[in-house]
């Protein structure tokens, strides 16, 4: 798809998270586990603990509707991305900070126009702006060319357990 031209990023708004926004609709092309079992989401508890958090910022890359070339009726900016930073302070380094990027997702219709890059490289900034020394993720193989474009290189392993 050829590149939107007005992306505009932003920190998420409570505005942008209810069950049938396109905040969640585009989280949801991330894990098809569950869907956020949106029935069951209290989505104004869940931004009020969210809004508590310090450290954490998520953003939202936002178009003009006219530019989505949708029939769907937009009244307003559409959210076609978004990604989190965690900003975490270490003990190592002499109390190092680290940025860890998740949840970095752009609408499936309009990938690759360079909004997730440009969602990459705007929380890269908030890191710089948190004094981190790193940027780190973990990613799925299919998507490790697209870090690399952004900057990232293989630097070791994920591990994980499931705890439900």
């Known amino acids: 798809m050829e590149g ?68 769907r009726p937009w009244n307003d900016r559409v959210v076609i991305g978004t990604g989190s930073i965690f900003i975490e302070q270490k003990f190592l380094r002499a109390g190092g900070i680290v940025g860890h990027l998740e949840d970095i997702v752009v609408d499936k219709t309009t990938r690759l126009s360079g909004v997730g890059r440009m969602i990459v490289n705007h929380l890269v900034e908030i890191a710089k702006d948190n004094s981190c020394y790193k940027v780190i993720l973990n990613c799925s193989d299919h998507n490790v060319d697209f870090y690399n474009k952004c900057g990232f290189r293989w630097s070791g392993n994920e591990m994980r357990v499931n705890l439900d």
């Not at 098809?32 to 209290?42: G, T």
């Not at 104004?44 to 310090?54: F, G, K, N």
């Not at 998520?58 to 530019?67: G, R, S, T, Y």
């Open 4 to 71: 939107v031209k007005q992306v505009h990023i932003r920190k998420l708004q409570k505005e942008d998270v209810s069950p049938h926004g396109d905040f969640i609709r585009i989280l949801e092309q991330l894990s098809a586990s569950d869907n956020f079992k949106r029935a069951a989401c209290n989505y104004s508890t869940l931004w009020d603990q969210y809004a508590r958090q310090t450290h954490t910022h998520v953003v939202v890359a936002l178009v003009d509707p006219i530019e989505m070339l949708s029939s």
